[in-house]
């Protein structure tokens, strides 16, 4: 399509920085940052489960956009082929990005499968799903008003993935439906206590 880019990377210890350039073309490829959601210490690990959690946290700054977008590459177990990461499922979400560090908070909930993909699959329309729980990847790539032939930076200082204890919540929810109940049998005793006093008189 006439379209190319590169990157290159540097990091520190608090920043983790991209500059890229995307070259004129018809169609040109995200370029940015990407963190290997199944590797540890350069181990193999099982998928990452996004879905445990309710937001994702991004500490980032750019030089010239004015937005970025945040992407989670799912195995969908449908349409996924191993080997061919094209056919990963990108679930992706825009926001907005200045030149000094924001903190920027993404629901969970708020991803979206990419239509590019959607097309390419051959799918009529979007089935809604995201497979967030078998994660593979979380890129950081360019958004809107990137400037094309001038080179670009997209400076990331965290990432964070904030949620809540669902083992505890549970716990709570069935602590309330005890209570609930027990109150529930009190009364009616109560009443029932009642009812037979009045009766006796």
């Known amino acids: 399509m006439g379209g190319s880019s590169t990157a290159v990377l540097d990091f520190s210890d608090s920043t983790l920085g991209v500059e890229i350039n995307v070259r004129s073309g018809v169609a040109y490829p995200a370029v940015g940052v990407g963190f290997n959601l199944r590797s540890i210490n350069n181990r193999p690990v099982d998928y990452f489960d996004f879905s445990k959690y309710d937001s994702l946290e991004i500490v ?79 890129e950081i790539t360019n958004g809107d008003g990137v400037m094309r032939g001038i080179p670009d930076e997209i400076n990331v200082k965290k990432v964070r993935a904030w949620g809540i204890n669902r083992d505890f919540e549970k716990a709570m929810y069935a602590i309330l439906l005890l209570m609930a109940v027990t109150f529930v049998l009190i009364e009616t005793g109560v009443l029932k206590r009642r009812m037979d006093g009045n009766s006796r008189k």
């Open 60 to 138: 980032l700054a750019t030089k010239r956009m004015n937005s970025v977008s945040v992407r989670v590459m799912t195995d969908d177990p449908v349409y996924t082929r191993a080997g061919f990461r094209e056919t990963l499922r990108p679930v992706v979400y825009n926001v907005s990005a200045t030149r000094s560090f924001e903190s920027v908070k993404i629901p969970v909930t708020g991803f979206r499968t990419a239509v590019w993909w959607i097309a390419a699959m051959g799918m009529e329309k979007d089935d809604g799903l995201t497979h967030l729980h078998r994660s593979v990847l979380l």
